[in-house]
């Protein structure tokens, strides 16, 4: 029977849950060059070690300039491990390119495969930092003789709302618009990205309409309608990421107005217990057709607008068996399908039992996910459950008496 992994979500976590379920068996193959599953995390271990006695931290960048090989794979996986992430640069670019992705990313060491030992005067004059540059024998000497040492892996909550795709699509809009035209999110007006008067439907007030059965008390920026619909959607299944920021500004107002109004959040806060932010997650099938979690780096982007202190950025709740897509469904079909799809994944059990948590989504139509999400949360011992979303539909169900 094949292992469960359904509970892990980083690098560190695969690769030290296959070292210890097959250590002996081989993980990468290089011509005569073998590393078993074992090897290959005491390996990468030794580069997170290296990378950060190198006074590296997370967030920081690497590149790499050179094919493919074993050595490239496993400074990406260290690295992962770490929390520093590795720029991939194409060795068919001309140095010009090569200088401008490092300088970029304001890479801080630059590794070269077998036969790119010419790099270093390539990229000379060319670079406005100085960053180490480390070839194929060197960077392998470095992982041999690097005693392993202690290191915080990095997991989830150290995602940033922000990643390269997201600097590049705004590069390439901030040119002059020559590769990637901007186009409203909204109405499609070519020349920005959101706007005026699709601003200012942003800004009508959300409905408010009768909460459902079992539907946290939620509060929404606006109305889910028009030009907010068409932005919900562009950002969701569209790949339209430069949307992002302006519906976490909006997530974050309907955060904050949930934060001020409901009363078993409010009284967390007193505490000074934090208030955990609960993405509703993704599908894995919806997952893998995005290529990512929208609503999820949409939530860690809310939370960074936000800026309280009084809360914090868990992602602790996971699917755990399939779900029918929602589209066409209504509110009975959509509660039968979601009924027991949620639960709190145990990595996370103890800090969501005794907690008040605020989940986050993008749109609530008619109250099923909020629902399911709760019910999962409370069964996990949440002690307060309240909700938080970009917009909500007209028949949307929503909070108490006088939550917008």
Request: glycine share 10%.
């Amino acid at each position: 029977m094949a292992a469960d992994v359904s509970d892990l979500v980083s690098f560190d976590e695969f690769i030290t849950h296959w070292a210890a379920d097959r250590p002996s068996r081989i993980a990468m193959r290089e011509e005569d060059r073998l590393s078993t599953y074992a090897e290959l995390e005491e390996r990468t271990a030794r580069v997170a070690s290296a990378l950060r006695a190198a006074g590296l931290e997370k967030g920081d960048r690497i590149a790499w300039i050179g094919k493919n090989s074993d050595l490239y794979f496993t400074l990406f996986f260290g690295a992962a491990r770490a929390g520093i992430v590795m720029a991939p640069i194409g060795w068919r670019l001309s140095p010009v390119e090569w200088a401008y992705i490092i300088n970029d990313t304001r890479a801080k060491i630059v590794f070269t495969g077998p036969g790119f030992d010419a790099v270093p005067d390539q990229l000379a004059g060319k670079l406005d930092h100085a960053p180490r540059i480390v070839g194929d024998a060197e960077a392998r000497a470095l992982i041999e003789a690097t005693p392993r040492a202690p290191f915080t892996p990095s997991g989830p909550d150290d995602a940033r709302p922000m990643d390269v795709v997201d600097r590049l699509v705004a590069g390439l809009h901030a040119a002059g618009g020559l590769v990637l035209p901007a186009r409203c999110g909204g109405c499609a007006a070519p020349g920005q990205v959101w706007c005026h008067d699709c601003r200012g439907a942003a800004r009508r007030p959300p409905p408010s309409t009768t909460p459902a059965v079992g539907t946290p008390a939620c509060w929404a920026a606006t109305r889910c309608e028009g030009p907010v619909r068409a932005a919900v959607t562009a950002h969701k299944d569209g790949g339209r990421r430069d949307l992002r920021a302006g519906l976490a500004d909006l997530l974050a107002v309907a955060a904050a107005r949930a934060l001020a109004g409901d009363p078993g959040l409010r009284a967390a806060v007193r505490r000074g217990v934090p208030v955990l932010l609960v993405p509703v997650p993704e599908s894995r099938r919806a997952g893998r057709r995005r290529g990512e979690d929208p609503v999820g780096a949409l939530a860690a982007a809310a939370a960074v607008a936000l800026d309280d202190e009084s809360v914090v950025l868990v992602r602790a709740l996971r699917h755990v068996r399939p779900v029918a897509d929602q589209t066409g469904l209504g509110r009975a079909a959509r509660a039968a399908n979601l009924a027991g799809a949620l639960a709190v994944a145990p990595r996370f059990a103890d800090r969501v039992e005794g907690a008040a948590c605020l989940v986050l989504d993008d749109v609530v139509t008619t109250g099923a996910t909020l629902a399911e999400a709760a019910r999962a949360l409370r069964a996990a011992g949440s002690v307060q459950v309240a909700a938080a979303v970009v917009a909500a539909t007209p028949r949307s169900p929503r909070g108490p008496p006088g939550a917008s």
